[in-house]
Nanobody, 128 residues
Framework: VQLQASGGGLVQPGGSLRLSCVVSGRTARTYAVGWFRQAPGKEREFVVAFSWSGGDTYYGNSVKGRFTISGDNVKNTVYLEMNNLKPEDTAVYYC??????????????????????WGQGTLVTVSS
């Protein structure tokens, strides 16, 4: 499976942005997909993850109530809708995937090491 993230850019504090992650491959919809981010000088941080095959959606504490993940089964695309953006949301955002079967059994569903496939990242800058 291959992932292609896009949609990053410059946005003012309080603004909104939508990121896209195209998941290619015949079995794309059997994967769990997550978003992570990494700010300069900081470790990679979990943002959100879900499985197309069902189950719960997991959000990082810093984005709960502001970010929403969704999937388009026809386009094999996962979206990250980001609202009320803050300067501390500035980071390179990566989408990642792992077979849903593996993700469901994972003890920690938010750990970056649990995801096998990664996109190239897209930069989000929140600044006035």
């Amino acid at each position: 499976v291959q992932l292609q993230a896009s949609g990053g850019g410059l946005v003012q504090p309080g603004g909104s942005l939508r990121l896209s992650c195209v998941v290619s491959g015949r079995t794309a919809r059997t994967y769990a997909v997550g978003w992570f981010r990494q700010a300069p000088g900081k470790e990679r941080e979990f943002v959100v993850a879900f499985s197309w095959s069902g189950g719960d959606t997991y959000y990082g504490n810093s984005v709960k109530g502001r970010f929403t993940i969704s999937g388009d089964n026809v386009k094999n695309t996962v979206y990250l809708e980001m609202n009320n953006l803050k300067p501390e949301d500035t980071a390179v955002y990566y989408c990642a995937a792992v077979p849903s079967v593996s993700w469901w059994w994972a003890q920690d569903k938010t750990h970056a090491a649990g995801f096998d496939y990664w996109g190239q990242g897209t930069l989000v800058t929140v600044s006035s």
